[in-house]
């Protein structure tokens, strides 16, 4: 199903659902609309093996809405990925987020969202893979972060977010937050831009890895700062914050960065 309107105001969406239980929605090409899917006050229900693009807000947009799963999807080319708030109990399985670009696009925007798990899912070519606010009790595990602007946006408002065993490839930016307090966990993943060694040949590196730089914390504060990418100035902040951290998160590291990705 596609639409053809060029502004929010004047279309509706794809697939509204609102106060519903245990439905399947399976199978379909959405495209063109204000969202994609939309769901309000829906339970216990699937969403499978749909292809949500070119939606002018939202590919996927859930509202209030509680144990439910969407698996094996793409999402591409949305106003922004997934939006997922207000909501608990949600499993997102082997998705695909891709090229969703904008000042405010991700593939996935989590908030105020507890209990909930994502795995297996692809993140490739979006501003933001994840920017999660407000959210507690997060699985992250098993996906791959590829060639993002920032692959995770992790704001200081969240807790016990559990992020083990992912693939974190060629983005500009690996992780940014807003605070220098960190109640989450990071273990075990792959990070291309890690320079550590592995003495002892077990395939994980002998120091921690950092996922947060000091530059992409200037460039949260200071958007026009990202002129200087790439520039030695940013490459000698980088290396100093390494030696002596004064800016970034003393605990939001990663104790067993591993030496090579993951077959994911």
């Known amino acids: 199903m596609s639409a053809h309107q060029t502004e929010e105001q004047q279309s509706g969406n794809g697939i509204h ?60 080319g949305n106003g922004s990925g997934v939006s997922v708030m207000y909501s608990h109990g ?53 996906n791959l972060f590829k060639n993002n602007g920032w692959a995770l946006k992790i704001q200081a408002s969240c807790m016990d977010i559990h992020l083990c065993t992912n ?31 592995d003495l002892n040949k077990d395939k994980i590196g002998d120091i921690p890895y950092r996922p947060v730089s000091m530059y992409s914390i200037i460039v949260e504060k200071n958007p026009p700062a990202m002129m200087l990418f790439r520039s030695l100035i940013t490459v000698l902040m980088d290396k100093s914050e390494k030696l002596i951290p004064s800016l970034t998160p003393e605990n939001l590291k990663d104790e067993h960065p591993l030496m090579k990705p993951l077959p994911l």
Do not use: P
């Open 90 to 142: 949600v499993k997102m399985f082997n998705n695909c987020f891709r090229e969703n670009w904008g000042d405010a696009a991700y593939g996935i925007l989590l908030k105020e969202i507890t209990d909930s798990y994502i795995m297996g899912n692809h993140f490739e070519k979006n501003t933001s893979g994840i920017y999660m606010e407000g959210a507690s009790r997060i699985e992250v595990r098993n």
């Open 167 to 197: 693939n974190f490839i060629g983005n500009t930016f690996d992780v940014g937050t807003n605070g220098s307090l960190m109640l989450n966990l990071f273990d075990k993943n792959y990070w291309d831009k890690y320079e550590g060694y």
């Open 17 to 76: 659902c609102w106060k519903c239980d245990s439905l399947q929605i399976i199978g379909n090409t959405v495209s063109g609309h204000r969202d994609g899917i939309y769901f309000e006050f829906v339970t216990h229900s699937v969403i499978w093996c749909n292809y949500s693009y070119k939606n002018l807000r939202y590919g996927l947009h859930f509202m209030f809405s509680s144990d439910d799963a969407y698996i094996t999807n793409t999402f591409k």
